[in-house]
């Protein structure tokens, strides 16, 4: 931590103008955020076959029930591709 003694005015003539350099700052970050947001690149026709429910093939029984059945997606996936 650094001590600083001074009038005011000393102070402020070191330091600058703080809240404009604050202010330049929230705004430059917010605007890379939403450049960024903006740019989104296409998804590969294994994320789309995925995203889509009616391609889910789900485990009927045993301890992985419920849950996605990649192996046979990805066979029923290359199988369309043909």
Do not use: C, P
């Amino acid at each position: 931590m650094v001590k600083i003694e001074g009038t005011l005015d000393e102070i402020r003539e070191l330091m600058g103008d703080v809240k404009r350099t604050v202010s330049d700052v929230k705004s430059t970050s917010a605007k890379v955020a939403k450049a960024a947001t903006k740019t989104r690149r296409k998804l590969s026709s294994w994320q789309r076959y995925i995203k889509d429910k009616s391609n889910h093939i789900k485990f009927k029984r045993g301890d992985r029930k419920g849950r996605l059945d990649l192996k046979s997606m990805s066979k029923a996936f290359k199988r369309s591709m043909k």
